[in-house]
T-cell receptor
Framework: DQQVKQNSPSLSVQEGRISILNCDYT??????FLWYKKYPAEGPTFLIS?????DKNEDGRFTVFLNKSAKHLSLHIVPSQPGDSAVYFC????????????????FGQGTILTVHP | NAGVTQTPKFRVLKTGQSMTLLCAQD?????MYWYRQDPGMGLRLIHY???????AKGEVPDGYNVSRLKKQNFLLGLESAAPSQTSVYFC??????????FGPGTRLLVL
């Protein structure tokens, strides 16, 4: 049972345009959401996160939106650059119930973003 | 500061062979994790550790064992490798309240 889903395996955009990556989740106990970026032959690197008490978080060109009622989050990259071409993973963490989550993350399948010059 | 390192980078095993993957971090992190990444599946948690001498099962622990004898090291063992364990393995670590830092990965092929 995939609790975090990224239904678009790939996305292609032109340089300078907006990239929108989507993620859906089913577990209402998730309280914290993250996006990781991964280049080939490297490990994932943290990009941006959002707590479930917020609906938006912005960091430079990257903005994450959370719609709790729809159990949906999205990552917007504006403007997109060729260096943004990578695999993007959405991840979610279960709320700390008596300190037992231990920061365990559930990942989506990933979306390959290609930004064309 | 090397961050999170993984050894080896690539390995080929025959079915039934055993091996140990080493993860080392120099950031004095309490928490460490082992994931596997397979096409179309994202990263799935195998085992994790919340401190030296402690380990716990993740989402897909079968066929793997782990040990955390030293705070900086987290070992992942395959006692009898199977083709289904062909994957890319990532180790991660973190400090309480922070995000996970990942190593570069180990690519394992089991024939």
């Amino acid at each position: 049972d995939q609790q975090v889903k990224q239904n678009s395996p790939s996305l292609s955009v032109q340089e300078g345009r907006i990239s929108i990556l989507n993620c859906d989740y089913t577990n209402s106990m998730f309280d914290y959401f993250l996006w990781y970026k991964k280049y080939p032959a490297e490990g994932p690197t943290f990009l941006i996160s959002i707590s479930s008490i917020k609906d938006k978080n912005e960091d430079g060109r990257f903005t994450v939106f959370l719609n709790k009622s729809a159990k949906h989050l999205s990552l917007h990259i504006v403007p997109s650059q060729p260096g943004d071409s990578a695999v993007y993973f959405c991840a979610a963490r279960v709320a700390n119930a008596g300190g037992t989550s231990y920061g365990k993350l559930t990942f989506g399948q990933g979306t390959i973003l290609t930004v064309h010059p | 500061n090397a961050g999170v390192t993984q050894t080896p980078k690539f390995r080929v095993l025959k079915t039934g062979q055993s091996m140990t993957l080493l993860c080392a971090q120099d950031m004095n992190h309490e928490y460490m994790y082992w994931y596997r990444q397979d096409p179309g599946m994202g990263l799935r948690l195998i085992h994790y550790s919340v401190g030296e001498g402690t380990t716990a099962k993740g989402e897909v622990p079968d066929g793997y064992n782990v040990s955390r004898l030293k705070k900086q090291n987290f070992l992942l063992g395959l006692e009898s490798a199977a083709p289904s364990q062909t994957s890319v393995y990532f180790c991660a670590s973190r400090r309480a309240g922070e995000t996970q830092y990942f190593g570069p990965g180990t690519r394992l092929l089991v024939l």
